[in-house]
């Protein structure tokens, strides 16, 4: 297999700062074996980190192999088992809280269920709080649903769920695994009604895409005016960042183009009629993380099956929540939450 052709940028693809960037590091694929060394650049400006040169469009499919996760059926978790009956009923309470419905007893009940972290997402088949349904069948996007593990999620929880996915196997896989409707194509090309979902998701796939600012703008486009837009991503000024260098497992070299870093995302959303709900960073991933970044240091390869975190990786996820009491735009991961701008639709 040749090399995928690549270009050089000119310009910060998120503030559009003219540079080529500082050189941060050069990797090759460690993950899939694509053939070259890629280049990723920091921002002068606005510390967001870019592949440059990047791949051009149409030879990234080349970077995707079949070995790639999205090709594969999620394995199915056991809900059964000796507690099942208890945990259906404590999901059924928190529901008919949350949704308003059924006997004032069981509502009363959820009520205080609810105020469990644990037990709401647990209740809400394991969804962040920024990914419940607000109500029983308002309508949810995940943009790059891969597999359709999440989206199935979504279903359950009570969105009337629809995914896309760029690949046309991996839609087929999503589509059979969540049941629920799958577009296959490029999300900002695609013939999606605008104005209609209550939620819009791209779940580790802002990261993999080449114009930040064209994504948000077609996003708000596709957002009701009471819907809200949920984007997790890799963090570039994550303490992982830092502490593993070119190393770090969440680079993703080279399929992952451009790292908004977190204090830039203002300005950035408020350009395209778009304000932030909500912006933190999550420290949730930062033991597997450490695992694939060490096993990287070491020249060595691991799948996610593989990883069994040890102490130096529980240490590390520790040290990383501590001081994200001092600086908490330092976890792995950074979650955006978007509305439209009340201007915009006045």
């Known amino acids: 297999m040749d090399s995928p052709r690549t270009d050089r940028i000119s310009a910060c693809p998120v503030c559009k700062y003219p540079t080529e960037g500082n050189p941060l590091f050069a990797s090759a694929d460690r993950q899939h074996g694509t053939p070259g060394r890629f280049r990723y650049c920091l921002c002068p400006k606005c510390a967001s980190v870019f592949q440059n040169p990047q791949v051009v469009p149409d030879d990234r499919h080349a970077t995707y192999p079949n070995s790639y996760y999205t090709h594969s059926r999620p394995r199915d978790a056991s809900h059964r088992g000796r507690m099942a ?65 999440l989206l199935r999620a979504l279903r359950l929880a009570g969105w009337a769920a629809e995914g896309v996915e760029w690949d046309q196997h991996a839609a087929d896989v999503a589509a059979a695994y969540s049941e629920c409707t799958v577009h296959t194509g490029d999300f900002s090309k695609l013939p999606l009604q605008d104005g209609k979902y209550g939620l819009v998701l791209l779940n580790h796939v802002f990261e993999h895409l080449d114009d930040p600012t064209q994504v948000l ?10 819907g809200t837009a949920v ?78 975190p040890g102490l130096e990786d529980h240490l590390y996820k520790w040290w990383g929540r501590l001081r994200m009491l001092i600086e908490p735009m330092t976890g792995e991961e950074v979650l955006l939450v978007l509305r439209r701008a009340k201007s915009r639709d006045r």
């Not at 703008?217 to 009471?226: C, K, N, T, Y």
Request: aromatic fraction near 10%; glycine fraction near 10%.
């Open 217 to 226: 703008r077609r996003v708000g486009e596709l957002l009701a005016p009471d």
């Open 85 to 149: 009956g208890m945990r259906d009923q404590v999901r059924n309470w928190i529901l008919r809280y949350h949704y308003g419905t059924g006997p004032l007893a069981a509502r009363m009940a959820g009520r205080v269920l609810f105020r469990a972290g644990f037990l709401r997402r647990k209740a809400f088949f394991g969804l962040l709080d920024e990914l419940i349904p607000p109500r029983a069948g308002a309508v949810a996007l995940d943009i790059g649903c891969g597999s359709g593990k």
């Open 231 to 308: 984007l997790i991503y890799p963090n570039p000024a994550a303490l992982g960042a830092k502490r593993f260098k070119e190393h770090w497992f969440s680079w993703e070299v080279p399929r992952h183009l451009v790292f908004v870093h977190p204090r830039e995302a203002s300005a950035l959303a408020h350009g395209v009629g778009l304000e932030i709900v909500s912006l933190k960073t999550l420290h949730r991933s930062a033991t597997v993380v450490s695992m694939l970044s060490r096993a990287y240091q070491r020249g060595r390869v691991l799948s996610t099956a593989e990883v069994v």
